[in-house]
Nanobody
């Protein structure tokens, strides 16, 4: 299973960005998809997640500003980021919990990351 992120960029505070992450490969089922971020000198943290029934979860720091969504037909997850703040600056990583074809269990997969920089 391969994850490819896109959409990271440099944006001014108050602006918006939309991140995309497409999963490909021999996928039997994707159970959940999520976005994490890691700022310099800090631990990687969960930003938002979405499971197969569409239920979502957000970090307190982004709730009300970010929206996670998922296109099951395309195995793609999106993160719409609005009202961006300098403290949102980080490398954003896509994660999915997926069961590959012909394998009886699910695994966690990570993308390579995409840089989001918010200038003040």
């Amino acid at each position: 299973v391969r994850l490819v992120e896109s959409g990271g960029d440099l944006v001014q505070a108050g602006g918006s960005l939309r991140l995309s992450c497409a999963a490909s490969g021999n996928i039997f089922r994707i159970n959940s998809m999520a976005w994490y971020r890691q700022a310099p000198g800090k631990q990687r943290e969960l930003v938002a997640s979405i499971i197969s029934d569409g239920s979502t979860n957000y970090a307190d720091s982004v709730r009300g500003r970010f929206i996670i969504s998922r296109d099951n037909d395309k195995n793609t997850v999106y993160l719409q980021m609005n009202s961006l703040k300098p403290e949102d600056t980080a490398v954003y990583y896509c994660n999915c919990n997926a069961r590959p074809d012909y394998v009886p269990e699910a695994f966690s997969y990570w993308g390579q990351g995409t840089q989001v920089t918010v200038s003040s």
